[in-house]
T-cell receptor, first 115, second 111 residues
Framework: DAGVIQSPRHEVTEMGQEVTLRCKPISGHDYLFWYRQTMMRGLELLIYFNNNVPIDDSGMPEDRFSAKMPNASFSTLKIQPSEPRDSAVYFC?????????????FGEGSRLTVL | GNSVTQMEGPVTLSEEAFLTINCTYTATGYPSLFWYVQYPGEGLQLLLKATKADDKGSNKGFEATYRKETTSFHLEKGSVQVSDSAVYFCALSGSQGNLIFGKGTKLSVKP
């Protein structure tokens, strides 16, 4: 059974460019989470969806960040325009039910470098 | 708000040494507590969990006990192996269905 699939695994881009990160959750999972990991701030929750609907986006750092989930099997996180401080590893995770009773399954992450 | 504080690393041990990674939390209500592990180049994966006070989670020789009186969930292993080298994250369940993570503790085990 495939796990959470993220693409690209690595992205190097220049400041000002648009970046799109993609995630395919585990089939049947009804929650999807986007996290960002940096040395300074650790793991931060950016946004999460329940049944494709955004529930909490208070962690999205600013308007340059947007996330969508057009269907149960696909989500995107977009940064436009990108800045060097956006450099981080972005993780997507999915779960079958609320995380306080269940387990989050993480993808391998997308490492973003903005020059 | 809810938060997790875990000991800063890195932690370097010799093989077969005893491991403790401290984790304390601040929360309203009665959250579930988790330890996740991240091996190099991989995403996080659940190591163990406990859902109520005095519960002990265990997996792969690791243990942690949910201590409400000390608001702690320390991770322990009696004899570490080189293959245990990874980053360990303590986490608690948030009020909105998310997980709140500590900053992670990097463990290096030398042969």
């Amino acid at each position: 059974d495939a796990g959470v699939i993220q693409s690209p695994r690595h992205e190097v881009t220049e400041m000002g460019q648009e970046v799109t990160l993609r995630c395919k959750p585990i089939s049947g999972h009804d929650y999807l989470f986007w996290y960002r990991q940096t040395m300074m701030r650790g793991l931060e929750l950016l946004i999460y969806f329940n049944n494709n609907v955004p529930i909490d986006d208070s962690g999205m750092p600013e308007d340059r960040f947007s996330a969508k989930m057009p269907n149960a099997s696909f989500s995107t996180l977009k940064i436009q325009p990108s800045e060097p401080r956006d450099s981080a590893v972005y993780f997507c995770a999915s779960s079958l039910r609320r995380a306080n009773t269940g387990e989050l399954f993480f993808g391998e992450g997308s490492r973003l470098t903005v020059l | 708000g809810n938060s997790v504080t875990q000991m800063e690393g890195p932690v370097t041990l010799s093989e077969e040494a005893f491991l403790t990674i401290n984790c304390t939390y601040t929360a309203t209500g009665y959250p579930s507590l988790f330890w996740y592990v991240q091996y190099p180049g991989e995403g996080l994966q659940l190591l163990l969990k406990a859902t109520k006070a005095d519960d002990k989670g265990s997996n792969k020789g690791f243990e942690a006990t949910y201590r409400k009186e000390t608001t702690s969930f320390h991770l322990e292993k009696g004899s570490v192996q080189v293959s245990d080298s990874a980053v360990y994250f303590c986490a608690l369940s948030g009020s909105q269905g998310n997980l709140i993570f500590g900053k992670g503790t990097k463990l290096s085990v030398k042969p």
